[in-house]
């Protein structure tokens, strides 16, 4: 028999009574779930969110999950997407203790991606167990990721780096770092997170 999870599933009902309560609980179960009524859903967790890329670059990356949701419902191909905050055997300062992954944590992602069988389409984030993490990055941990590099234990050494290169107004605010001061006019405080 099939596994439920991996095929596309069409709730009808879904802003009704019933489908209000149920569908935050049938969600994580079927991925590819598909919300139908003649009324939109109201209180959806990802539609009212959208793509905010902070650099060209981001812009690119959302492009690519876009192209992969489309080669994924049109052709059937599984794609995982990870949206990587910084590699390398530690963080290089303070702002990357919220986005950093180790080498062996980002091969764990990469083997999910590759291995886990109800994926169909995935966006997960390449980050390790960082304390001050800016993403939610609990859809991984139920394919199965237990990330093994804590930020934290390099605090010390991202912070002393960081008092070297010291403060970037506009880059410690973004998620894509040095990358968003390029071009920018704004002012930091009405911008960002």
């Known amino acids: ?19 209000t309560m149920i569908r935050p609980l049938l969600a994580p179960l079927y991925p590819g779930l598909v919300l139908s009524d003649m009324v939109a859903p109201k209180n ?13 670059y981001g812009v690119s ?11 994924s419902d049109k052709h059937g191909m ?7 905050g910084n590699v390398g055997p530690r963080p290089l300062d303070v702002r990357r203790l919220s986005i950093w992954i ?3 944590d980002i091969v764990q992602l990469i083997g999910i991606g590759l291995n886990h069988p109800d994926i169909r389409f995935e966006i997960l984030y390449g980050a390790s167990n960082n304390e001050a993490a800016w ?13 093994k590099g804590r930020a934290e ?21 973004f998620q894509g770092g040095t990358f968003c001061a390029s071009e ?10």
């Open 61 to 71: 990356k959302a492009f690519g999950e876009a192209l992969g949701a489309l080669y």
């Open 44 to 56: 959806l967790l990802p539609s009212e969110k959208f793509v905010a890329a902070d650099s060209r």
């Open 135 to 147: 993403w939610d990055n609990s859809r991984a941990q139920s394919l199965g990721y237990r990330p």
């Open 153 to 173: 234990d390099h605090r010390a050494h991202a912070e002393a780096e960081q008092a070297k290169i010291g403060p970037d107004p506009v880059g410690d605010v």
């Open 78 to 84: 599984i794609v995982t997407c990870l949206r990587i």
């Open 184 to 193: 920018f006019t704004n002012d930091v405080k009405r911008a960002g997170p």
């Open 102 to 104: 180790s080498p062996e």
């Open 1 to 19: 028999m099939a596994d439920a999870s991996a095929r596309r599933i069409v709730f009808t009902g879904a802003s009704g009574g019933i489908g």
